[in-house]
């Protein structure tokens, strides 16, 4: 925004800032709150501390203090926005999403050689997890977690005593708590999955992902366990056997261990199972409209061709029922007009009777979140925190996802112009 947006929209933002910082008790540290919160949303190129303090006005040490190293609790402001998101953009599911933050040097929390979105290849970065809930219309990044990876763990480090106490000194350096340490992305993504519904109470709604979460047995297995739904992203190369297939038990010689029940014929992919299911099942969905129009799509219809089956995933980590059978899921997949075979591929644990246009409508929901990911790195400085402290780059990804959901709350309201 420009200032002269700004001061338009300000007794809002205001407002806004109070509700969701409310949380802190001191009044300056929600002063400072609302200021970050300004920083974030002028117009400029880098959301550091010097160039937001440059355009503020003001001392850049207030902001560095309120960020690194003051002590407010960043987790209650996120159950306020969590609250005001759930009540205000009508979501339809959780979605699960991750966002490289490139580094120079080794010491902010986190950083490591992985690979990294935001360069496109493996870079110098940090990795942030977050649960978003979205619709179609608007999302909100509502929870994070700092991925660490096994080289920020010193209890990881086996015999390596001299590596081990390096690790110790680093996280000391950065602030680490001595709870948190290396877990898989998933597991950070079920974690927060618990403190959004059990700790703040929020709803049970399905759980999207993309192939780096839905490939991973243990979270799909992690979200039956807590009865939710989900509509993830697979490879094509995933093993299941299909729905009406029936595991048969082997007569006993009455020596041994008795055979359990199993599949008399080996599983295959899910591709194979799409291909053998052939074009004659393959359906034409549109699930939302878009905004680009062309001379054959007026209304700028998103729609593809689509099939849907139900298969039973097939691995040794999935855990069977008594009779030796494989839980049954939706399996569907994307097979465009023109294309020799599908191209993408969905685990979908919703209801049976679901209809083929709701099940790729919440498979495709993540569109959102990619969407309103790009304005909270392009626009509003999600990435741009090059400060050292762990709990700093907790409480600035918070404010960044505030800013963000004060921009939702002024396209939402029609009587507002929303320069942002």
């Not at 008790?25 to 010097?50: C, F, N, V």
């Not at 052939?278 to 878009?290: A, I």
Request: charged share 30%; net charge positive.
């Amino acid at each position: 925004m420009t200032p002269e947006e700004m001061e338009t929209v300000r007794p809002r933002l205001e407002a806004f800032a109070a509700q969701m910082l409310g949380p802190l008790t001191r009044r300056d540290q929600r002063a400072k709150g609302e200021l970050y919160l300004r920083g974030l949303m002028l117009d400029g190129k880098r959301k550091s501390m010097q160039p937001m303090a440059e355009r503020l006005g003001v001392d850049h040490q207030q902001l560095q203090q309120f960020v690194s190293s003051s002590t407010w609790d960043y987790t209650k402001v996120r159950e306020r926005q969590a609250r005001w998101a759930a009540a205000h953009i009508g979501p339809e599911a959780y979605a699960i999403d991750d966002v490289g933050f490139p580094k120079d040097g080794y010491d902010s929390p986190g950083v490591a050689r992985m690979y990294c979105g935001a360069l496109g290849k493996r870079g110098n970065c940090q990795i942030g997890v977050s649960v978003n809930l979205v619709s179609d219309r608007a999302s909100s990044a509502v929870d994070w977690r700092l991925f660490l990876p096994e080289s920020w763990d010193d209890t990881r480090q086996g015999e390596d005593a001299l590596l081990a106490e390096a690790i110790r000194r680093r996280r000391v350096r950065a602030g680490v708590p001595e709870a948190e340490r290396h877990r898989e992305k998933w597991r950070l993504a079920l974690e927060m999955l618990d403190e959004v519904r059990e700790d703040w109470e929020l709803p049970d709604l399905p759980v999207v992902a993309d192939a780096g979460y839905g490939d991973a047995t243990g979270f799909r297995e992690g979200l039956t366990e807590r009865d939710l739904a989900y509509a993830v992203a697979v490879k094509g190369t995933t093993t299941a056997y299909p729905g009406d297939a029936v595991p048969e038990r082997v007569s006993y010689s009455g020596r041994g261990r008795p055979p359990v029940p199993a599949y008399p014929q080996p599983h295959t992919t899910l591709r194979q199972l799409a291909l053998d299911a052939g074009r004659s099942v393959v359906r034409t969905v549109t699930w939302r409209q878009g905004s680009r129009t062309s001379k054959h799509n007026p209304r700028a219809e998103m729609r593809s061709r689509f099939l849907a089956l139900r298969v039973r995933p097939a691995n040794r980590t999935i855990r069977r029922f008594a009779d030796g059978s494989l839980p049954e899921c939706w399996l569907l997949a994307e097979w465009p007009p023109g294309s020799a075979e599908p191209t993408d591929y969905w685990l979908s644990t919703l209801p049976a009777d679901t209809p083929l246009r709701d099940l790729v409508r919440i498979a495709k929901i993540r569109w959102r979140v990619e969407h309103d990911y790009r304005e909270l790195k392009d626009g509003l400085g999600l990435d741009h925190f090059e400060g050292r402290s762990f709990h700093g780059w907790h409480r600035h990804v918070t404010l960044a996802a505030l800013a963000q959901a004060f921009c939702t709350l002024l396209r939402l309201d029609p009587k507002v112009p929303a320069p942002a």
